[in-house]
Structure formats: structure tokens, C-alpha cells
T-cell receptor, first 111, second 116 residues
């Protein structure tokens, strides 16, 4: 069993839809949770960062962490074609330690 | 914000030759550098972690004699793929810690290596 599981998709939605991306994990020591966006042939860029459980909102993006269920989510409201990319969840058991990535979900937002 | 410059962005080399990939932190001191490998439609797999002035720590299954990592300064880390073979063709990405912003992780733009 992988430490971090993420549905690879691909996921295709119409413009304006709400997108829900999820990851589950098995290591209860994970405390730091991140979502990255990666465009084709580029390095990942950080979208959201959450420490421990709870919600965090930034513009059209909302990150949720449920440590009791070992489940994290990223919601994208009013999705745009420019949101089309691969979204990777990542987590760590200590700040600055190595990140464990999910497989990534390929998202396509159709105009 | 913190920037990591990675070069080259793509490289094609002949089988048996060596290739060096550089990552430079442009506006901060990178105390720790992580090197990842990514196959198409797959996640980032950590290859090694290097701290400035120390030997790199390699993940299980990564050949340290094949993937040479040097982190001689706080702003530069290099990954050299020695005696490259077609199966080494992949996307290599570095990530630097020490930038403050982005909670310490800043990724390079990646290098696509093709070995022919």
C-alpha cells in the first residue's frame, strides 16, 4: 500500500464547475499537507499549505484536512480552463522534511 | 518570492555519456536540496536529499554512484547522471529548502533528459 493515494483521473469538467480533488494517506505522523499544481513539463508550484486538521481558503481554492480519517481535499470553485493541470497532494511529518507525493490528478477544464 | 533556477530545461545525450543538471537558488540560501524523478503521468519520486557541505542521503533503490549529487554551496546543487542509459530518460526536478516563503519548499522548473 502506498503511503499516499490519489486518484490519477483524468478528470474533465466544464468551465465554472466545482472541482473536488482528494488524497488519502496511511501515515498518522503526517502533520503538514500541501497541494501543488503542475503544468506539463514544468516544476510543481505550491497552491495551498495546511498544518494539521482544518480548512484553509485562498480565493477560489479551499483545502481541507481530516486527520481522523486520514483524508485531504482541495476544492476549486468557478473552475477556469487555465486551471487545467495536474494537481499533486504532498505531505510531511515535519516542517522542512521530505515530502511524500500522491500520484497526481490530471484535470481538464473545458470552455 | 523565492526562485530556483534549474538548467538545462531539456537535454538529449548519447548512451554512455554523463549529464549534469544544475539548480541554483537565486535569492535565498538553500540549506537543503531535494532531487526528484518523475515519469510520465506519475508522481514525483524522491531520489536524494542533500545538505550543503554534506554527502547526500539517497532513497532506497537509488544508485548513488550513478546519480552523483553535489551541494558544495548554499546556492548551488548539481545532479550528474553518469553513464546514462535510455532507462534513465525522465523528468528530473530539484526542490530547495531555505527560502522562507512557500513554507521552505521551492521547486525548479525541471529537466527533461532523453538518452538515445
Amino acid at each position: 500500500q502506498k503511503e499516499v493515494e490519489q486518484d490519477p483521473g483524468p478528470l474533465s469538467v466544464p468551465e465554472g464547475a466545482i472541482v473536488s480533488l482528494n488524497c488519502t494517506y496511511s501515515n498518522s505522523a503526517f502533520q503538514y499537507f500541501m497541494w501543488y499544481r503542475q503544468y506539463s513539463r514544468k516544476g510543481p508550484e505550491l497552491l495551498m499549505y495546511t498544518y494539521s486538521s482544518g480548512n484553509k481558503e485562498d480565493g477560489r481554492f479551499t483545502a481541507q484536512v481530516d486527520k481522523s480519517s486520514k483524508y485531504i481535499s482541495l476544492f476549486i470553485r468557478d473552475s477556469q480552463p487555465s486551471d487545467s493541470a495536474t494537481y499533486l497532494c504532498a505531505m510531511s511529518d515535519n516542517q522542512g522534511g521530505k515530502l511524500i507525493f500522491g500520484q497526481g490528478t490530471e484535470l481538464s477544464v473545458k470552455p | 518570492g523565492a526562485v530556483v533556477s534549474q538548467h538545462p530545461s531539456w537535454v538529449i545525450c548519447k548512451s554512455g555519456t554523463s549529464v549534469k543538471i544544475e539548480c541554483r537558488s537565486l535569492d535565498f540560501q538553500a540549506t537543503t536540496m531535494f532531487w526528484y524523478r518523475q515519469f510520465p503521468k506519475q508522481s514525483l519520486m524522491l531520489m536524494a536529499t542533500s545538505n550543503e557541505g554534506s554527502k547526500a542521503t539517497y532513497e532506497q533503490g537509488v544508485e548513488k554512484d550513478k546519480f552523483l549529487i553535489n551541494h558544495a554551496s548554499l546556492t548551488l546543487s548539481t545532479l550528474t547522471v553518469t553513464s546514462a542509459h535510455p532507462e534513465d530518460s525522465s523528468f528530473y526536478i530539484c526542490s530547495a529548502r531555505g527560502g522562507g516563503g512557500n513554507y521552505g519548499y521551492t521547486f525548479g522548473s525541471g529537466t527533461r533528459l532523453t538518452v538515445v
